[in-house]
């Protein structure tokens, strides 16, 4: 089983959807629960109200899980909010709105799943999803996105090292661009398509392919790879 934050639209569905065809059950995690509940109708999946930047609704979200289908062997951190503005203009509640979500409610799921994984002494995925933005400081989002996501793609390390003698992995994805409606929503649609012109591979990044990627790195045989952030962002950003 496998749960899935933010899963009811854009990335989160795509990886929920590539899951399910895997043959996982998938629950969809969402602050937006009719939208979950659409789209886990859609998968076959099941819809949980979880707001991540709020330590009591992961707590009462992952016990609702638990008794209705059991501890999840993976876990996707995927839920996030992302915001264009220049660093001059960032106000600090929008910085703090942010970090809220994307790493003190990725540092929460991560660390709240693993000690349930640990009480019952199981082995489990985590799958963080980072962003090319964490890497190079991106090209249209914020500094508090772009930081948030940097810091996603350490504690990705220190879980992993911390996590790694009793099963349980943890990796990130770094995707660029991606071909989503939030990209042209977060930075407007003049600028997604400047930025998709300019990829090297000359179009942006499928959602289906960094899906895949969460398919593979939550197999039981993985467990090798641990720690890793994995760049798929179309050619842009080489290291
Ligand atoms: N779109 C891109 O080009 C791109 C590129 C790199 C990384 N990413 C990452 O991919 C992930 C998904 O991005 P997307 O483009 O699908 O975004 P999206 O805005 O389309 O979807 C985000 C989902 O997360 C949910 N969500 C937001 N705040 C939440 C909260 N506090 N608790 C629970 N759910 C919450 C939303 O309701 C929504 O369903 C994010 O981590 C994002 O940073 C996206």
Not at 22 to 35: F, I, K, M, N, P
Not at 139 to 159: D, N, P
Not at 204 to 211: E, F, H
Request: aromatic share 4%; glycine share 10%; charged share 15%.
């Amino acid at each position: 089983m496998a749960l899935v934050t933010g899963g009811a639209r854009g990335l989160g569905a795509a990886i929920a959807e590539a899951l399910a065809a895997a043959g996982y059950q998938v629950v969809l995690g969402d602050r937006d629960l009719s939208l979950a509940q659409a789209t886990a109708t859609r998968l076959g999946g099941h819809a949980v109200a979880l707001d991540v930047a709020s330590e009591a609704a992961i707590e009462t979200a992952l016990d609702t899980i638990e008794a209705t289908h059991g501890l999840p062997w993976l876990l996707v951190n995927n839920a996030a909010i992302m915001k264009a503005q220049k660093v001059l203009d960032i106000d600090i509640d929008t910085f703090d709105a942010v970090m809220a979500v994307n790493l003190r409610g990725n540092f929460l799921c991560t660390q709240r799943f693993a000690r349930r994984l640990r009480a019952r002494d199981q082995a489990g995925r985590i799958v963080n999803i980072g962003s090319l933005a964490g890497q190079n400081g991106g090209t249209a989002t914020g500094a508090h996105y772009a930081a948030s996501k940097g810091a996603v793609h350490t504690l990705t390390k220190v879980f992993a090292r911390d996590l790694a003698p009793h099963g349980i992995t943890v990796n990130a994805i770094a995707p660029g661009p991606l071909d989503l409606p939030s990209v042209a929503e977060t930075i407007g649609a003049d600028a997604a398509a400047r930025i998709a012109s300019g990829l090297p591979t000359g179009h942006l990044g499928d959602p289906a392919t960094i899906a895949r990627m969460v398919v593979e790195l939550a197999r039981a045989d993985a467990g090798s790879i641990t720690g890793a952030t994995i760049d798929i962002n179309c050619g842009l950003y080489l290291r």
